[in-house]
Every structure is written in structure tokens, then in C-alpha cells.
């Protein structure tokens, strides 16, 4: 069985029924199947070879469900591109993993410099002749003819920034399947959930799309990401389930408290992709009710190393936790030595089993300082508790030591977030000539309120003591954040390096 195969079965159960809808249009299983099958002989026909690599740029939309189906049915390899990174990145990106075919939806087209390869314009005019459907077309009632074993490489997923070799982690077909089988046991999806897919399908949110074709459910695709229009989506589509991340998550509690909307259709409002503040997680429950839950991941080991359901967040010893193993992973948590530790011992996270990538493109060094004896090695701290719940503390690059303490920065961002005037913050370590690191932090203050340095320094320092206060807390209007949303702690830290009024 292939990645491909979860959505046709649903399509022989479900031939009528919607599978997804965007802005502008919708699908039927029906439909979804015949034009991927269609499109998918076109691109291998394009390629020139049975399994050819493929390059999708574009927003969430109907038209870039089918292309990324298509890539599916054809067993070819996917190489998705996020729309918001910058040009020289996704340059970089197009050159590493050199696509045979690229599908570009006609507004992104100026977002990477012209290659020398086929181009598929999604949405192109009638006269254009790199148009997607024209190829659906001319392959009407075609289908792929490939062979593959579940250990070849059906992704290529892109992790680096834009300084530097991007690196490429290689997903076998056998780690997608594992994928969307972890997310239909621990999410227990069915036919009647309406997944709403805002986030770009590159990352996180995309992994929930086969999982809820997989049970005939429906896909609400959209980029826009204004919390008023999603919470509309949600009233209105009656949508059972969405992932985002934190910072997206706290603006939709923000103007669900300001303009609420009838969302009594959410099931399983999932965040994910960083580290989330405990008391805008238990605001998160005050508002929309027990449907707070989690999954941890990386490109690595995608989304689901680990998923926390709703009724453990509302238990309150849980609600900082990022769930319990999936039941195909194994996770540990291993000290310097490889050796594993005992419950509530901190050390680094590992895992290992069939959701595991097989490595990085082109970098065998990168790839043996990662899977050490079978073990993915996450670059996270963190510990299982003794009924095997897994809190993640930071990246082990950035715990502050100063003055021969540990300080993760995560406990300061908790502490200094239970101030009612903190919307997010950020917390690093500088060099300091006496204490070797000193704690700082960056943050933007919620509409309406007001506070002071001297404020925070002293509400933190209530909370967490001297040793783990920042000797400095910056107030800024924006934070620096990554394509999808994730605050960036090594650009605050930078800003903060370079100056800047407190």
C-alpha cells in the first residue's frame, strides 16, 4: 500500500461525497481521483521517467490538492515549496533537489528565477500553454504505471534557511504511511470531520489532509490567515478540526473573545510547530472549550511523535505536556552517552521506527550526527513523565548558561507570559563578560494594555527568582517570525545584540 492508495479506497466508499473546497471551488472524491490519475500520467510523460521529481509552489487551494494528489498517484517525488520563504531560499531549494517538473500557480511565478525545466502554471489563462489543466486533458482517463517499494523516496522536505546548504530530509513512502496511520488512530478520525487546512500544506498542517481523505472527510483549504476570516471559516463550513501554530492560535483566541463566533463544530483544535505558553493554552480552553490538543514532530520524524488529546490537556498537570508516543514510535529520552533515563530525567528527546526519515539529501555526515544507532536524534530537551507523557523543555542549543546555571528558556517565557499585558515572548541568551551568558528577553504587548520593563523584570522575578530573569525584557511591536508563523529566537536575539530600545 502507497500514500495514494488511503484516498482511493475513500473514493470507492465515498465517490459523491466533497473531499475538499476552497475560495472558489470544491471536488468530489470522484473528481479528485480522476483528475489526479489524469495528472499524473502528464507529469510522467513530462518527466520522462516512471517516477519523476516534482516541485509544487503555490497557495492551499483545490487546484494545488490535485497537483500534490497527482504526485501521489504517479509515485513520484514530491518536493513542496512554502510560498513565504524568500526567493534566494527557494532558489537554493529548487537547485538542491532538482525537480524534472515544476507546478507554480500563476501568482508565484516571480518568486523563483526561471529554470530550465517543464513549468505547470495552476490557474494559467486558456492561451497559456504550460496551463495544469491543459495537461489533465490531453491525459483524460490515463493512469501511471509505476513501481516502488515502500523504502524509496516519495519526499523531499526542505528544513534549512536561507544562509547556508538547505537541507533536505528524505521521507520514504513508509514513513508517510505511518504518518497518516498514527494521525487516524490517535485523532480517531471519521467521515464527518471538516479539516481546515490554513497553515501552508508544506508543513504541519498538510499532514492532517490524507488522514482526513482517508476517512472520507472534507478538506477546507484557504491562505489567508487573518484569525477573523478562519473563525468565519470555521462558523461557516462547520469545520471539526484545524492545526496552528501557537502564535496563530493566540490571535484566534484574541478575536474569538472580542467578536465571537459559533464554533461549537470544533472537536480537535490542534497546535503545534513550537513551544506554546501554558496560560494562553488554558485561555485557549476557556474560550473554545475542551478541543485543546497537541502533536510534536519535526520534518524528521513528521507531526507525530507524540499527540495529546483534549481530555489529558484539561487534566491541568498535563497541559504543558505534547502528548504520549504514538503507538508506531518509539520515543525516549537518552542523556550524552546514548544512555536512556528514567521518568521526570531530563535529557535529550530520541526516537526511532518507521516514521523516521532515511536521511538528509546528499549530506551522509549531517545524517550519521542524527540517527545514531537507529535513533533520531531531535535536538530537543525534554522528559516522560512516569505515565509516559512527554514535555519538551528547548533546543539544546538554546539553554542559557549563566553563571554555571542552566536556564531553559522556555520556564522564563511561561513566567513572564502570565502577565495580562504579555501577547508573546522570547526569551535568550547573550554573552556577558561576567556571567558568560546573561538572560534577556523581547516581547509584544497585547492591544489595549501598557507595561514597563521595570514591571516585568519584577513580576518575573517573583515567579522564577534572579538567576533566571532577564537583565534586560525589550518591548517591540512585531517579533520576528518564519514563514509559517513560528517566532524565531535567533533573530530576536540578534535584534537584541544590535541594540535597540527597551
Not at 38 to 50: D, S, Y
Not at 424 to 449: I, K, Q
Not at 494 to 502: E, F, K, L
Amino acid at each position: 500500500m502507497f500514500p495514494i492508495d488511503f484516498l482511493r479506497r475513500a473514493a470507492l466508499a465515498y465517490p459523491d461525497a466533497i473531499a475538499a473546497v476552497d475560495n472558489d471551488r470544491s471536488c468530489t472524491y470522484r473528481e479528485l481521483v480522476a483528475r489526479s490519475n489524469a495528472l499524473a500520467a502528464g507529469l510522467q510523460a513530462l518527466g520522462g521517467k516512471a517516477r519523476p521529481t516534482i516541485a509544487l509552489l503555490g497557495p492551499n487551494s483545490v487546484e494545488m490538492l490535485v497537483a500534490l494528489m497527482a504526485v501521489h498517484a504517479g509515485g513520484a517525488v514530491v518536493v513542496p515549496l512554502n510560498g513565504r520563504n524568500a526567493k534566494p531560499e527557494l532558489d537554493a531549494q529548487i537547485s538542491r533537489a532538482k525537480p524534472d517538473v515544476l507546478i507554480v500557480h500563476k501568482d508565484y511565478l516571480d518568486r523563483f528565477t526561471p529554470v530550465e525545466r517543464p513549468v505547470l502554471v495552476v490557474d494559467a489563462g486558456p492561451a497559456d500553454p504550460r496551463a495544469m489543466g491543459a495537461v489533465e486533458r490531453r491525459h483524460a482517463g490515463q493512469r501511471a504505471d509505476w513501481r516502488a517499494n515502500l523504502s524509496d523516496i516519495n519526499g523531499i522536505k526542505f528544513t534549512g534557511g536561507s544562509s547556508g546548504i538547505p537541507k533536505g530530509v528524505l521521507q520514504s513512502f513508509r514513513c508517510i504511511n505511518t504518518m497518516v496511520s498514527m494521525v487516524l488512530i490517535m485523532f480517531e478520525l471519521t467521515a464527518n470531520d471538516r479539516y481546515l487546512c490554513a497553515a501552508p500544506m508544506t508543513h504541519g498542517a498538510g499532514a492532517f489532509i490524507l488522514p482526513t481523505l482517508a476517512r472520507g472527510g472534507c478538506v477546507v483549504l484557504t491562505s489567508e490567515t487573518a484569525p477573523g476570516h478562519l473563525l468565519d471559516l470555521i462558523e461557516r463550513e462547520r469545520v471539526t478540526g484545524t492545526w496552528v501554530p501557537p502564535t496563530l492560535l493566540y490571535k484566534l483566541i484574541d478575536e474569538q473573545k472580542t467578536s465571537p463566533r459559533k464554533v461549537d463544530s470544533l472537536a480537535h483544535l490542534i497546535w503545534g510547530g513550537a513551544a506554546a505558553s501554558p496560560t494562553r493554552l488554558r485561555e485557549a480552553q476557556q474560550v473554545f472549550g475542551p478541543v485543546i490538543e497537541t502533536a510534536f514532530g519535526q520534518t524528521e520524524a513528521p507531526l507525530i511523535l507524540s499527540a495529546g488529546r483534549a481530555a489529558d490537556m484539561m487534566d491541568e498537570k498535563r497541559l504543558t505536556c505534547v502528548g504520549r508516543a504514538s503507538l508506531l514510535a518509539e520515543v525516549a529520552i537518552l542523556d550524552m552517552a546514548g544512555k536512556r533515563l528514567g521518568p521526570n530525567e531530563l535529557g535529550e528527546i530520541c526516537a526511532r521506527g518507521d516514521l523516521l526519515m532515511t536521511g538528509y539529501l546528499d549530506m551522509p555526515e549531517e545524517t550519521a550526527k542524527t540517527i545514531v544507532d537507529g535513533w533520531l536524534h531531535t535536538g530537543d530537551i525534554g522528559l516522560l513523565d512516569e505515565d509516559g507523557f512527554l514535555y519538551l523543555k528547548d533546543r539544546i542549543r538554546d539553554v542559557v548558561i549563566t553563571g554555571g546555571f542552566n536556564v531553559y528558556p522556555s520556564d522564563v517565557e511561561a513566567a513572564i507570559a502570565q502577565h495580562p499585558a504579555v501577547s508573546e515572548v522570547v526569551v535568550f541568551g547573550v554573552p556577558d563578560d561576567h556571567w558568560g551568558e546573561r538572560v534577556e528577553a523581547s516581547l509584544e504587548v497585547r492591544s489595549g494594555h501598557t507595561v514597563t520593563q521595570d514591571e516585568l523584570i519584577a513580576f518575573c522575578k517573583e515567579r522564577v527568582g534572579s538567576v533566571k530573569t532577564p537583565k534586560s525584557i525589550r518591548i517591540v511591536d512585531t517579533l520576528p517570525r518564519s514563514p509559517v508563523g513560528k517566532v524565531l529566537r535567533r533573530e530576536a536575539r540578534a535584534a537584541a545584540m544590535r541594540g535597540g530600545a527597551a
